[in-house]
Nanobody
Framework: VQLQACGGGLVQAGGSLRLSCAAS????????LGWFRQAPGKEREGVSC????????YYSDSVKGRFTISRNNGKKTMYLQVNGLKPDDTAVYYC?????????????WGRGTLVTVSS
């Protein structure tokens, strides 16, 4: 399993980015996928995810209304459109493959991409 995130960068507050996560080594359509982030000195936290079964999407309260998760099964790629960026969004963003029981459980982590938001 390989998950490669890209698209991060340095952006001013209020700006936007589109993060991508290219996947290989598994049947993409069959798995839940999610984005997490880890800010300097903080624990990794969930940002957004969606289930494979019905495509339901979930967002943390801190990003709801600003971030949009999507996937292209044909390209085996997941995206995170991040708008209205704030300095608090500065973090390394990781994509993941997962499964859904009552909650999203990570099966595999991808390499992260750094998002830095300047004030």
């Amino acid at each position: 399993v390989q998950l490669q995130a890209c698209g991060g960068g340095l952006v001013q507050a209020g700006g936007s980015l589109r993060l991508s996560c290219a996947a290989s080594g598994f049947t993409f359509d069959d798995y839940a996928l999610g984005w997490f982030r880890q800010a300097p000195g903080k624990e990794r936290e969930g940002v957004s995810c969606f289930s494979a079964s019905d495509g339901s999407t979930y967002y943390s309260d801190s990003v709801k209304g600003r971030f949009t998760i999507s996937r292209n099964n044909g390209k085996k790629t997941m995206y995170l459109q991040v708008n209205g960026l704030k300095p608090d969004d500065t973090a390394v963003y990781y994509c993941s493959r997962g499964s859904f029981g009552t909650d999203y459980s990570v099966l595999d982590w991808g390499r992260g991409t750094l998002v830095t938001v300047s004030s």
